[in-house]
């Protein structure tokens, strides 16, 4: 008997990491694994890979953790100043890896915000 295989995510490991972590600063959203999931067409092993590589990532260069909330989401840690330095980072390189989904998920998703 043969078993079914998930295909494989069209995006690579940064481009999904970069998703992820611009995801978590969204205002008013929470983001969970099968958030994640949907968003990046990869499953829940390989959303927790990413959650991890972009931790280790943003704690090596900005000081900051990514934390599981109370209510099953994650949300990044750290002073404002190192959030925002974070922030500005990830989008000039969401710009260059990803910009389909800056200019249709992640703009729109803080037009909608304010």
Not at 11 to 19: G, K, Y
Not at 54 to 76: C, D, F, M
Not at 84 to 98: K, N, P
């Amino acid at each position: 008997m043969m078993s079914t295989l998930a295909p494989p995510s069209v995006l690579s490991a940064p481009q999904r990491r970069c998703q992820v972590l611009l995801t978590l600063f969204l205002p008013g959203q929470i983001a969970t694994t099968q958030t994640f999931s949907s968003l990046n067409g990869v499953d829940d092993a390989t959303v927790q890979e990413d959650i991890i590589g972009a931790g280790l990532e943003i704690q090596r260069y900005h000081r900051l953790t990514i934390a599981t909330a109370q209510n099953g989401g994650y949300a990044i840690e750290g002073t404002p100043l190192n959030q925002r330095l974070c922030l500005l980072q990830w989008l000039r390189r969401g710009l260059r890896i990803c910009p389909t989904f800056i200019a249709q998920h992640f703009t729109p998703t803080l037009k909608n915000c304010s």
